[in-house]
C-alpha cells in the first residue's frame, strides 16, 4: 500500500448552509485542526486483506461474492478489487495487523477534500462516468443516475478512475466503496465536536463510514456525507482503509 502525507494544519468540515443536498447530521459546517497524518492511497484490496488472513491477523470476509460476481475475494482476477463483506472489527484488525489503524471521521474527510472546501475530490463539479464509479446506466439501483456511464455494475480496481483524486493524492474516495471510519455514530456530534483532533463520541451502538459507493448516485458521494452502521454489520457496499500518526 502506498501512504499518502497530510500535512497539519485547519480545514473545513461538514457540509456549507447552501448545500441543497446536505443532511442535518452533515451540519455545522465547522474549522478543524488535526496534527500531521497518513492516510492509505486507495481502499485495501482483496489480495492485501488476504496477505492478513493467511498471516493469522485477520478472518475472511463474511461472503467471498460480491453484487455482480459469484467468485470475488479469492479470485486471482479481482485481488486488485477492494475487500468487502468485512465487519468495522474486521477492519480495524486489520489495520492493527499492517501496523496502522482505521482513520477518524475528520481524517478521512480532509484527506478527501483538502482546505477548499471541496464538494468532491476534483473540485465542485459534479461527476460523470469517467470521475468516479457510481450509479448509472449500468447500475441495478434505483435511483440511476444516466449521466453516470463509468462502466461498472459492481465494485473496480482501485484506482481505476484517475479523476477521482484528492488534492493530496488520495484515491477512489467519491466513488467504488463506502469506508469504515474510526468514530462511533451520532448524527449531532458536529455541534460539540472539538477543533483540535476531533476522533468521535465516546458512546454509540453504530460507527460511521464514509465515501461514495458504486450504488449511489453523485449526491450521496459529496465529501460530507455521512452514515451510520453497525459495526458488525458487513456488506457488499462497505470497505475500508487505513491511517497512520505522522510521527510515533
Known sequence: MILVHIPAGEFLMGASADDPYALEDESPAHTVYLDAYWIDRTEVTNAMYARCV??????????QSSLER??????A???????????WDQAQA???????????EAEWEKAGRGTEG?????????????????????CRMEPRDPVIDDGFADTAPVGFFAEDVSPYGVL?????????????????????????NPSGPTRGDTRVIRGGVFAIIPRGARLTARS?????TSSEYTGFRCAAPASP
Open 94 to 104: 486489520y489495520c492493527i495487523w499492517a501496523g496502522r489503524r482505521l482513520p477518524t
Open 54 to 63: 493467511s498471516d493469522g491477523g485477520c478472518t475472511p470476509p463474511a461472503l
Open 172 to 196: 477512489d474516495m467519491a466513488g467504488n466503496v463506502d469506508e469504515w471510519v474510526a468514530d462511533r455514530g451520532q448524527a449531532d456530534y458536529y455541534s460539540v465536536s472539538p477543533e483540535i
Open 118 to 138: 471541496r464538494l468532491y475530490p476534483w473540485g465542485d463539479e459534479s461527476p460523470t462516468g469517467a470521475m468516479a464509479n457510481l450509479c448509472g446506466n449500468e
Open 70 to 75: 459469484s467468485a470475488y475475494y479469492a479470485e
Open 77 to 87: 482476477s479481482c485481488g486488485g478489487y477492494p475487500v468487502i463483506h468485512v465487519t
Open 228 to 232: 451510520f452502521l453497525l459495526p458488525a
